[in-house]
Structure formats: structure tokens, C-alpha cells
T-cell receptor, first 113, second 110 residues
Framework: NAGVTQTPKFRILKIGQSMTLQCTQD?????MYWYRQDPGMGLKLIYY???????DKGEVPNGYNVSRSTTEDFPLRLELAAPSQTSVYFC????????????FGPGTRLTVT | EDQVTQSPEALRLQEGESSSLNCSYT??????LFWYRQDPGKGPEFLFT???AGEEKEKERLKATLTKKESFLHITAPKPEDSATYLC???????????FGSGTRLQVQP
């Protein structure tokens, strides 16, 4: 049981490039989330999904897109990367029982120069 | 809009010196309050969930408490391995997502 896995671990992008951050969970969780964490700050919610085919915006969705075609996968797409998107990105998942905790992946450290 | 404020931002303790971390929150309706631990370069790791005012939970040297406006994470006789950033988050009744505070960076010196 690997939990939540994210790839890549590190990436450097040039301004204007695009990329997809991958997230997979093997716990059959319906809920999945994408957060970003800037240095010395807490986590900000980008997008989340309550099940395959259903996604919703969080606090900071601009510049990102998501899709959820399967229960296991929740990729995050960055279009036209900007320096403001330099951050550490965390994916998380949780079950549907009341107040289940979120399980986090190890993160992707992205630098846009 | 949900808000979570943690204090202090950073805390340095000597091994064995007990202290408390504070988490103040504003939500329209609290479904639950969560505490996470985050080590450098890693994702947050779940510690506790608190559901209602007056509730307390313990795990080793950590004890979390909850009132209607804030939560405390009490650390008793800390050890250097307790050094980490401690994050507080709330979930309101309106959606199944968390709002996080900025965290408290705890350093315990031997």
C-alpha cells in the first residue's frame, strides 16, 4: 500500500512552459486535493475533487487546471508557467467517512525561472 | 471566509521544557479541527482530529484541546525529535476541504 504518490519530485520550468504534476492514490479514496505551500507559509487549496468526473476550485485556482477521470488519479496541469507558481505542491486524499483525515503525498518542488 | 491563525510563528525550547502552541479559528460552522506535523521536505502527517468544544486527545508527549474559538497543542517534556512545523486546519460544514494556518516551527534543543 503506497498511499499517495507524486511525480516528479523536482522540476525546473522556464516561463511560459507547461507541465502536468501527477498524483495517484491506492486507498480507493473518493476525495482528492491539490495544495501549494510557499516558504514559511501554510497550505493553500488549489483544486479538489469529490469523485471521478467532479472537480471544484479552491482558494488559488488561477493558472491551473485539473481533471479526474479515475478514482486513483488526479493530475494538476500548469499552463504558461509564471514565476509566481514557484512553490511546493502537495496532493492529498481522504475517505468519505465523517472527518477522515487527509493523507498527503511527498510533494513536488517546482521552480519557474 | 474561514480563517486560521497560529501562534507563535516559531518556538525554541530546551529538551524537557513544556509549552503550548495556539490555533485561533473563524468558521461559519465547524465540522472539525485537525493538527498535522510536517518535517522539512515532507508532506504533512496527521496527528489529531477534534470535533467539539471541550474535547481533548493525546498522543505520546502531545495533547490537543479545543474551545469554540481556539485549539491548543500542548507539548510535555519535549525531545529533539519533536522538532517540526505543526499545522492547524479547520473544515467547515460547507465543503469537504481544509483551511490551514501558517504553522508553528518548533525547535527542541538537547
Amino acid at each position: 500500500n503506497a498511499g499517495v504518490t507524486q511525480t516528479p519530485k523536482f522540476r525546473i520550468l522556464k516561463i511560459g512552459q507547461s507541465m502536468t504534476l501527477q498524483c495517484t492514490q491506492d486507498m480507493n479514496h473518493n476525495y482528492m486535493y491539490w495544495y501549494r505551500q510557499d516558504p514559511g507559509m501554510g497550505l493553500k487549496l488549489i483544486y479538489y475533487s469529490v469523485g471521478a468526473g467532479i472537480t471544484d476550485k479552491g482558494e488559488v485556482p488561477n493558472g491551473y487546471n485539473v481533471s479526474r477521470s479515475t478514482t486513483e488519479d488526479f493530475p494538476l496541469r500548469l499552463e504558461l508557467a509564471a514565476p509566481s507558481q514557484t512553490s511546493v505542491y502537495f496532493c492529498a486524499s481522504r475517505g468519505t467517512a465523517r472527518l477522515n483525515e487527509q493523507y498527503f503525498g511527498p510533494g513536488t518542488r517546482l521552480t519557474v525561472t | 471566509e474561514d480563517q486560521v491563525t497560529q501562534s507563535p510563528e516559531a518556538l525554541r525550547l530546551q529538551e524537557g521544557e513544556s509549552s503550548s502552541l495556539n490555533c485561533s479559528y473563524t468558521v461559519s460552522g465547524l465540522r472539525g479541527l485537525f493538527w498535522y506535523r510536517q518535517d522539512p521536505g515532507k508532506g504533512p502527517e496527521f496527528l489529531f482530529t477534534l470535533y467539539s468544544a471541550g474535547e481533548e486527545k493525546e498522543k505520546e508527549r502531545l495533547k490537543a484541546t479545543l474551545t469554540k474559538k481556539e485549539s491548543f497543542l500542548h507539548i510535555t517534556a519535549p525531545k529533539p525529535e519533536d522538532s517540526a512545523t505543526y499545522l492547524c486546519a479547520v473544515e467547515d460544514t460547507g465543503r469537504r476541504a481544509l483551511t490551514f494556518g501558517s504553522g508553528t516551527r518548533l525547535q527542541v534543543q538537547p
